[in-house]
């Protein structure tokens, strides 16, 4: 894809769609209409469209094997995205070389995949990094999984990548809990203030 737009201008073939969530990856987009549909446009290459082709579409498409799942969610990672639906079942599709698509494989998938891994778990939230994502479930428990080049999974190992799902044991909280990311971290309820208080703190004794 060629060119670009330096001013922000409508995206009609969305203008009669209630989108909800608008999600960006290196250079594709996903959205999600408030009716539960799935839209996807920019790079393909990956499959990170998630229509069963590796083409570049410059106009958003539905993608029609996520159509009646009731999709809640939706987010993007550099070249891969995922969609949560309102049952928790967690879809996944594009780049995966580092087994960000938690399918416990390396190959990547052009079309929404369910990750099994985490059926049954409750899923309640997701978010995506470059090449990891994270999961939430309603019962408090956390989920990291794809790479893990500079310890961003969380779970104290080394390794290079995970293929699937596993569990972030070292933060089974008693509170509220989200993920956000780039920058993986989980918070819970009241610490992220109570933290950032903390350090402002300490950058004061430090200048004194």
């Given at each position: 894809m060629?060119?670009?737009?330096?001013?922000?201008r409508?995206?009609?073939?969305?203008s009669?769609?209630?989108?909800?969530?608008?999600a960006?990856?290196?250079?594709?987009?996903?959205?999600?209409?408030?009716?539960?549909?799935?839209?996807?446009?920019?790079e393909?290459?990956?499959?990170?469209?998630?229509?069963?082709?590796?083409?570049?579409?410059?106009?958003?498409?539905?993608?029609?094997?996520?159509?009646?799942k009731?999709?809640?969610?939706?987010?993007a990672?550099?070249a891969?995205?995922l969609?949560?639906?309102?049952?928790?079942?967690?879809y996944?599709?594009?780049?995966?070389?580092k087994?960000?698509?938690?399918?416990?494989?390396t190959?990547?998938?052009?079309?929404?995949?369910?990750v099994?891994?985490?059926c049954?778990?409750?899923?309640c939230?997701?978010?995506?990094?470059?090449?990891h994502?994270?999961?939430?479930?309603?019962?408090?428990?956390?989920?990291?999984?794809?790479?893990?080049?500079?310890?961003?999974l969380g779970?104290?190992?080394?390794?290079?990548?995970?293929?699937?799902?596993?569990?972030?044991?070292?933060?089974?909280?008693?509170?509220?809990v989200?993920v956000?990311?780039?920058?993986?971290?989980?918070?819970?309820e009241?610490?992220r203030v109570?933290?950032?208080?903390?350090?402002e703190?300490?950058?004061?004794?430090?200048?004194?």
């Amino acid at each position: 894809m060629e060119g670009g737009v330096r001013v922000p201008r409508p995206v009609k073939a969305l203008s009669a769609v209630a989108v909800q969530t608008i999600a960006c990856g290196t250079r594709h987009c996903i959205a999600l209409a408030r009716d539960g549909r799935v839209f996807t446009w920019g790079e393909g290459a990956e499959g990170q469209l998630g229509d069963g082709q590796f083409v570049a579409r410059h106009t958003p498409q539905c993608v029609s094997d996520l159509r009646g799942k009731g999709v809640v969610a939706v987010c993007a990672g550099a070249a891969f995205s995922l969609a949560l639906t309102g049952s928790d079942n967690l879809y996944a599709f594009g780049s995966n070389d580092k087994g960000q698509l938690g399918l416990g494989d390396t190959q990547g998938r052009f079309r929404p995949t369910l990750v099994k891994f985490l059926c049954g778990k409750q899923v309640c939230q997701v978010a995506a990094g470059d090449f990891h994502a994270l999961a939430r479930t309603r019962t408090g428990h956390m989920y990291s999984w794809g790479g893990n080049q500079s310890g961003q999974l969380g779970l104290g190992t080394k390794t290079d990548a995970v293929l699937a799902p596993t569990e972030v044991t070292s933060i089974l909280e008693t509170g509220r809990v989200r993920v956000c990311l780039p920058h993986s971290e989980s918070v819970r309820e009241g610490e992220r203030v109570g933290g950032e208080r903390e350090r402002e703190r300490e950058r004061r004794r430090g200048t004194h």
